[in-house]
T-cell receptor, first 115, second 114 residues
Framework: DAGVIQSPRHEVTEMGQEVTLRCKPISGHNSLFWYRQTMMRGLELLIYFNNNVPIDDSGMPEDRFSAKMPNASFSTLKIQPSEPRDSAVYFC?????????????FGDGTRLSIL | AQSVTQLGSHVSVSEGALVLLRCNYSSSVPPYLFWYVQYPNQGLQLLLKYTTGATLVKGINGFEAEFKKSETSFHLTKPSAHMSDAAEYFCAVSEASGTYKYIFGTGTRLKVLA
């Protein structure tokens, strides 16, 4: 059974470039979450979707960040323009959606370095 | 508002010794509680969860946790540490009212000494 799939696993790019992170949730899961993990701030929830609709984006740092979920099997997190302080590990997680007693399933993350 | 506190950002134990990782939460509604483990360069993997029912919950890799409502705690234990248990552990809480949002603790890095 395939888990949450994220790509790329590593991304190194220069400041000012556009970065797109991708996530494929587990088939049948209705909720999807994007997190950012840094040493200083730990795990932060950026945004979550339910049935492809953004429900809470209060964690998105600023307008440079945007997320979309065009269908139930794909989501993107875009940073434009990127800055060195965006360097972090970005995780995607999905949830069956039948109730909050279900655990979130995490992907292996994308390690992003902005030079 | 909900919050999670993990006491001790770093814990060291000898191989074969008891592992105890502490988690306290605050919640105005009945909580759902989770422990996750993160190995280097990997995502978070569920160890165990408490939703309703029995307050002593058993998880994978020999870990267990007990929900103590009176103490607002959900500490993680393992009777005998193994070298492969070295990792970072996260406690998380969500509301039983239906929101899908988790609040994560800041994590505890477990080191196992030979």
């Amino acid at each position: 059974d395939a888990g949450v799939i994220q790509s790329p696993r590593h991304e190194v790019t220069e400041m000012g470039q556009e970065v797109t992170l991708r996530c494929k949730p587990i088939s049948g899961h209705n909720s999807l979450f994007w997190y950012r993990q840094t040493m200083m701030r730990g795990l932060e929830l950026l945004i979550y979707f339910n049935n492809n609709v953004p429900i809470d984006d209060s964690g998105m740092p600023e307008d440079r960040f945007s997320a979309k979920m065009p269908n139930a099997s794909f989501s993107t997190l875009k940073i434009q323009p990127s800055e060195p302080r965006d360097s972090a590990v970005y995780f995607c997680a999905s949830l069956p959606g039948e109730g909050s007693n279900q655990p979130q399933h995490f992907g292996d993350g994308t390690r992003l370095s902005i030079l | 508002a909900q919050s999670v506190t993990q006491l001790g950002s770093h814990v060291s134990v000898s191989e074969g010794a008891l592992v105890l990782l502490r988690c306290n939460y605050s919640s105005s509604v009945p909580p759902y509680l989770f422990w996750y483990v993160q190995y280097p360069n990997q995502g978070l993997q569920l160890l165990l969860k408490y939703t309703t029912g029995a307050t002593l919950v058993k998880g994978i890799n020999g870990f267990e946790a007990e929900f103590k409502k009176s103490e607002t705690s959900f500490h993680l234990t393992k009777p005998s540490a193994h070298m492969s248990d070295a990792a970072e552990y996260f406690c998380a809480v969500s509301e039983a009212s239906g929101t899908y949002k988790y609040i994560f603790g800041t994590g505890t890095r477990l080191k196992v000494l030979a």
